[in-house]
């Protein structure tokens, strides 16, 4: 990475249980250190954030852009640098960091975050570009969750209490008890798969809810879409089944299919995806993989 560059830093200061502002000022006065400039665009909530990276951005008053934070982080900056020439410095610093590991990148470690950053090895990896019902482009790099997952965030996000991992657990816990198989139709690539299933991922990387290697075998730069179907089982088995997805060990189950493909329309009712952990996108929805949409500072 060249002498002097205008660096644009976006900071989660709530991540990781708020360690996102201790690796965040510490990853700005290094890069300040090393002799870059730091625009900070940070801002009290993220939408205020994300308009002031995008101006910075359009302005071409950055040269590249750094989030610091978890997921939630990453999946904001690359809905930023998608489709543009900035590259995007992950300074990984939530509780999950899944793409950041996936990726091979430094995690709660500002000083190691920013050598890769200020080193400027740069990796293009695919995104998933999704448009919302007004035609705006909405992408993801890591994984899009529709189903048992899906359902269990979104009843969990209705809750004010408890915090942190203990509202998913209860939300686990409740929605196990009256939970359905879904009816989806699937389409990828124009093949039409109806099934009723508990779950469906679609991935541009491998993992998702803080090292679930959901889909294994979905890679960030194959140009490739993975579908991971898990077909309807009883409860009892979705209980077997679910933590083998830490290590990956569920894809030898009979009722999970693997299907890949650039295209893919989902439908299903009263579903709310989420990709890249956070709230994205009420099914219908149409998933194109973009191949090279994003440069990572590697």
């Known amino acids: 990475m060249s002498a002097h560059l205008r660096v644009g830093l976006v900071?989660?200061?709530?991540?990781?249980?708020?360690?996102?502002?201790?690796?965040?000022?510490?990853?700005?006065?290094?890069?300040?250190?090393?002799?870059?400039?730091?625009?900070?665009?940070?801002?009290?909530?993220?939408?205020?954030?994300?308009?002031?990276?995008?101006?910075?951005?359009?302005?071409?008053?950055?040269d590249v852009l750094v989030v610091a934070g978890g997921d939630g982080m990453v999946h904001l900056g690359?809905?930023?640098?998608?489709?543009?020439?900035?590259?995007?410095?992950i300074i990984a610093a939530g509780t999950g960091n899944d793409n950041a590991r996936e990726l091979g990148l430094p995690v709660r470690d500002a000083a190691k975050a920013v050598e890769r950053i200020t080193r400027g090895a740069t990796r293009r990896i695919d995104a998933v570009r999704v448009l919302d019902p007004h035609g705006n482009p909405r992408w993801f790099v890591g994984v899009l969750a529709a189903g048992f997952d899906a359902v269990v965030n979104e009843r969990a996000n209705g809750w004010r209490w408890p915090k942190g991992q203990m509202r998913y657990n209860l939300a686990i816990a409740r929605e196990l008890g009256v939970f359905r198989p879904i009816p989806y139709v699937v389409e990828i690539d124009g093949t039409r798969h109806e099934t009723k299933a508990m779950l469906v991922a679609v991935a541009n990387g491998p993992a998702y809810g803080g090292g679930m290697k959901v889909v294994p075998s979905a890679?960030?730069?194959?140009?490739?879409?993975?579908?991971?179907?898990?077909?309807?089982v009883s409860i009892p088995t979705l209980l077997k089944v679910f933590p083998k997805v830490f290590k990956g060990a569920h894809v030898d189950h009979p009722a999970v299919e693997i299907l890949t493909g650039r295209h893919v329309r989902l439908e299903a009712k009263g579903i709310v995806s989420y990709a890249d952990g956070e709230r994205f996108e009420p099914l219908p929805i149409e998933c194109e993989v973009v191949p090279g949409a994003v440069t990572v500072l590697t």
Request: aromatic share 2%; hydrophobic share 45%; no cysteine.
């Open 219 to 232: 890679s960030y730069d194959d140009g490739m879409i993975d579908v991971l179907i898990l077909h309807e």
């Open 78 to 89: 690359v809905n930023l640098v998608a489709g543009t020439d900035v590259p995007l410095g």
């Open 11 to 62: 900071i989660n200061p709530t991540a990781g249980k708020n360690t996102g502002a201790r690796i965040g000022r510490e990853a700005a006065s290094l890069l300040a250190a090393a002799g870059h400039e730091v625009v900070d665009l940070s801002a009290m909530d993220g939408a205020h954030a994300v308009e002031r990276a995008r101006a910075a951005i359009e302005a071409r008053s950055v």
